[in-house]
């Protein structure tokens, strides 16, 4: 039923729709009141002529159709924000190619917009602002494009009088004999020869059987500066004058062969480099397979 109040002009009026449960309006359970209008919103009520009653007849909210009023479920449009918008540009995580497209957009926009008549600043002071750095900025490209290309070209002539200096400094060394005061004349240093290393003890020196009988295969830790290696071996017991030549090696490894199979054998090993040999290593023994 439409219940005052409600106001006319012409066949717009205005009220509350009530609809109860079954029983009629005594019903002390009503289920919906709502606030209408005609013309009615085209997703609200859609009401008969002005001054119209429409009964309630079943729970459900069903109105009675031969009062013309129908109900089409769906919910009323969204009521508009009242939280005021704020701009957002973004300026700063955008690149300047971006910035510029912006720029030209929101210039094309503005132009001749009603709801922003005087623009500040000026949209002429926009444009001549966009053109600049369009100006600048293809400029610069341009540039870069240039030294990519120039720095390539330097980098090759850089290889090439490179290779050339090093061409001619083994001419100067071939020629000069290894003469430091014509190498010094020609214009080039000569190498610090440094100070030689002076070697150290050998360490972590192992000794274990090797594949055949009569091997025994040893191993160290190697030394810094380190040229070769001498290897001794005695058998025992170890006196002043059983020590005796047993191998070189340019590794920190050597493999023995011909050992007496079946004796006790001792060996030692000291590095060689171009200041001599530094001190023996503590000796390693192993009865030989």
């Not at 972590?204 to 030394?223: K, N």
Request: proline share 9%.
């Amino acid at each position: 039923m439409i219940f005052p109040p409600f106001y006319r002009s012409g066949q717009a009026w205005s009220g509350l729709v009530y609809g109860c449960a079954r029983g009629g309006s005594n019903n002390p359970h009503p289920c919906v009141i709502r606030r209408c209008s005609w013309p009615p919103h085209p997703r609200q009520l859609s009401m008969p002529a002005p001054s119209s009653i429409a009964a309630w007849d079943t729970p459900g909210l069903f109105w009675d159709a031969t009062a013309g009023l129908s109900w089409d479920a769906a919910n009323p449009p969204p009521q508009p924000s009242h939280r005021m918008a704020q701009v957002k540009l973004n300026l700063d995580r955008i690149t300047r190619d971006e910035r510029l497209a912006l720029a030209r957009q929101i210039h094309t926009q503005m132009t001749g917009n009603a709801d922003f008549p005087t623009p500040s600043p000026a949209l002429t002071a926009l444009d001549s602002a966009i053109t600049a750095l369009e100006t600048a900025n293809d400029e610069l490209n341009v540039l870069r494009q240039q030294a990519k290309e120039k720095t390539v070209e330097v980098d090759t002539l850089d290889a090439a009088l490179s290779q050339s200096l090093r061409d001619l400094a083994a001419y100067v060394q071939n020629t000069s004999g290894g003469d430091e005061a014509k190498i010094l004349s020609a214009g080039m240093s000569v190498r610090d020869a440094g100070a030689p290393v002076t070697m150290t003890q050998v360490t972590g020196l192992e000794s274990s059987p090797g594949d055949d009988s009569g091997e025994i295969d040893l191993s160290w830790t190697p030394v810094h500066g380190a040229s070769s290696y001498e290897v001794q071996s005695s058998p025992d017991p170890i006196t002043a004058t059983s020590w005796g030549h047993a191998g070189i090696s340019t590794k920190s490894t050597l493999t023995l062969t011909g050992q007496p199979t079946g004796a006790r054998c001792w060996w030692r090993v000291r590095a060689i480099g171009a200041n001599g040999p530094g001190a023996w290593s503590d000796p390693a023994t192993k009865i030989v397979p």
